[in-house]
């Protein structure tokens, strides 16, 4: 089935430091793909998203490009801050395992914690 | 500006109590979601409606029962719950397709 493989955290970064969180996927079909940030205590927001292959989605500094080659949608931002910790979700929607109902498969989540 | 709105926030039951989780949403979308979300395994569906009227079982579905009341309310029950039913709930709601998911704020449930 469908799945989407995030790199484990934490993830622990200084000010002004380059950001990579790498993101992988199997899907069959033509699936969207999404980044979603959680900050403490809240529910998840998403942060940016791309709905077929080479489509950069971009959002608040942070940057995906959707790679069908490779699979992959790696969220990238070239200078953290303190406000930007948070765990961030990467997910995908539309593959043939989620049809077309809008269902959402997550990866596991990464922790990011950026240190002044 | 509400979006999607669950209650309660907090609740800590015991083994066997039952609980009813509500979810509602302003945004007239089809789809609503029930995942629930435990550490280092990201968020896993329960349940979720892909329009008013209908419901369908998830990745995680036991234990749980849900309800579409009508297009705005999408409820979450355990009916004896379980400590394995320890977790943050999250509802969410989406219009067609693919279009990106609208999270209210979880729900922190603690089953002794």
């Known amino acids: 089935g469908d799945s989407v493989t995030q790199m484990e955290g934490p993830v622990t970064l200084s000010e002004e430091a380059f950001l990579t969180i790498n993101c992988t996927y199997t899907a069959t079909g033509y699936p969207s793909l999404f980044w979603y940030v959680q900050y403490p205590g809240e529910g998840l927001q998403l942060l940016l998203k791309?709905?077929?292959?080479?489509d950069k989605g971009s959002n608040k500094g942070f940057e995906a490009t959707y790679r069908k080659e490779t699979t992959s949608f790696h969220l990238e931002k070239g200078s953290v801050q303190v406000s930007d910790s948070a765990v961030y979700f990467c997910a995908l929607s539309g593959g043939h395992g989620s049809s077309n109902t809008g269902k959402l498969i997550f990866g596991q989540g990464t922790t990011l914690q950026v240190k002044p | 500006n509400a979006g999607v709105t669950q209650t309660p926030k907090f609740q800590v039951l015991k083994t066997g109590q039952s609980m009813t989780l509500q979810c509602a949403q302003d945004?007239?979308?089809?789809?609503m979601y029930w995942y629930r979300q435990d550490p280092g395994m990201g968020l896993r569906l329960i349940y979720y409606?892909?329009?008013?009227?209908?419901?369908d079982k998830g990745e995680v579905p036991n234990g749980y029962n849900v309800s579409r009341l009508n297009k705005r309310e999408f409820s979450l029950r355990l009916e004896s719950a379980a400590p394995s039913q320890t977790s943050v709930y999250f509802c969410?709601?989406?219009?067609?397709?693919?279009?990106?998911?609208?999270f209210g704020d979880g729900t922190r449930l603690s089953i002794l």
């Open positions: 945004m007239n979308h089809n789809s």
């Open positions: 409606s892909a329009s008013e009227g209908t419901t």
């Open positions: 791309a709905t077929k292959a080479d």
């Open positions: 969410a709601s989406s219009g067609q397709g693919s279009q990106p998911q609208h």
